[in-house]
């Protein structure tokens, strides 16, 4: 015979039952988007010890922010790193230059460029976001704010960097040589137009990055490239992702790069899609040009999911997390 009140026990415990399901959905479903983190990527082999600085912080709950800032300060001190930092090939005239930027993930943003004298131009981009009302500071103007928030003015002509200048001055000849961080240090040789850019994740979900480097060996004086653009060399969206980039600046400056790979992302595209896409608009505005230079994007969305793309290849990228610490994956490319 039918129990109404074993009915009514029934119906309740299958109410908590049902409740208790759709509180672990929602919770599952909050947690979802950051299974894969923490994370940090980084463009080209020197980001293999860079992420491992950057993942010291990520891995103790840390701030997205700090692990990038820390991250790529590394290949900024390498004196044989000749693409970024402090070791970096001069202008044409025998000058030093630095550019680099950063931003966090509530969108704010700092930027140095054609910065001289300071080997950590990343710190100062730093200070400028967070000191000052600016996003952007230039040549004397940021070497000036640098020294007055502490740091050392140095000479960053290295004699190994001054003797490769002195080979060039014999030519004066400017040929770039693509990705050159996977080809032997050769002075004289070395006319590149390389940078490390970095984007982490951390515990909490939030989306920062960082760019920095001397920019192309040999360059006219005051040029300026792509890495400490907003927009161009790096961007962080922490609601879609974040994207940098690598490579010839100008073509990247051209398309506002990484930009538009966050804004693709936005759209429903994979990274490694919105970045083949980006490199793709290059590509067509300028087919004749694209054949003789690199860009390479790479990018990360909300979800920790990473992918890169190039115009050649020979582009790479690195990736730590919990389970892989110095993993280095080549980018696919369209030649």
Request: glycine letters at 10%; aromatic letters at 8%.
């Amino acid at each position: 015979m039918y129990n109404r009140r074993k009915f009514i026990k029934m119906s309740a415990a299958g109410a908590s039952l049902a409740a208790l399901s759709t509180s672990k959905i929602a919770r599952a479903a909050t947690m979802a988007p950051f299974a894969g983190v923490p994370v940090v990527i980084s463009t080209w082999d020197f980001g293999i010890v860079a992420n491992k600085e950057a993942w010291k912080t990520l891995e103790k709950g840390g701030r997205a922010l700090d692990a990038v800032e820390a991250g790529v300060r590394i290949p900024e001190a390498d004196m044989n790193n000749h693409t970024v930092g402090r070791a970096g090939y001069p202008d044409r005239d025998g000058h030093v230059s630095l550019d680099a930027c950063i931003m966090d993930e509530f969108g704010n943003c700092g930027s140095v460029a054609a910065i001289e004298h300071i080997a950590h131009p990343i710190s100062v981009a730093r200070l400028v976001m967070e000191k000052t009302p600016h996003v952007m500071l230039v040549g004397e103007g940021a070497t000036q704010f640098a020294v007055e928030q502490g740091f050392k003015k140095e000479n960053l002509l290295t004699p190994e960097s001054e003797k490769a200048w002195k080979e060039w001055l014999k030519t004066a000849k400017y040929s770039p040589v693509m990705n050159i961080e996977n080809k032997q240090h050769a002075p004289g040789n070395q006319y590149n137009h390389d940078t490390i850019g970095m984007l982490a994740i951390d515990v909490k979900g939030n989306i920062s990055g960082a760019c920095t480097t001397s920019g192309m060996a040999f360059k006219m004086h005051g040029r300026v490239g792509d890495s400490p653009l907003i927009g161009a060399g790096l961007y962080v969206d922490n609601e879609v992702g974040g994207a940098t980039s690598t490579g010839v600046g100008e073509e990247v400056i051209r398309n506002v790069g990484s930009f538009l790979v966050v804004e693709l992302m936005r759209q429903g595209y994979s990274p490694e899609a919105a970045c083949k896409e980006a490199v793709n608009r290059i590509i067509k505005k300028k087919p004749d040009t694209a054949k003789n230079i690199q860009v390479g994007f790479l990018a990360i969305n909300k979800k920790g999911e990473y992918g890169a793309y190039a115009i050649q290849k020979g582009f790479s990228f690195a990736v730590c997390n919990a389970e892989k610490q110095d993993l280095l994956i080549p980018g696919k490319s369209f030649y």
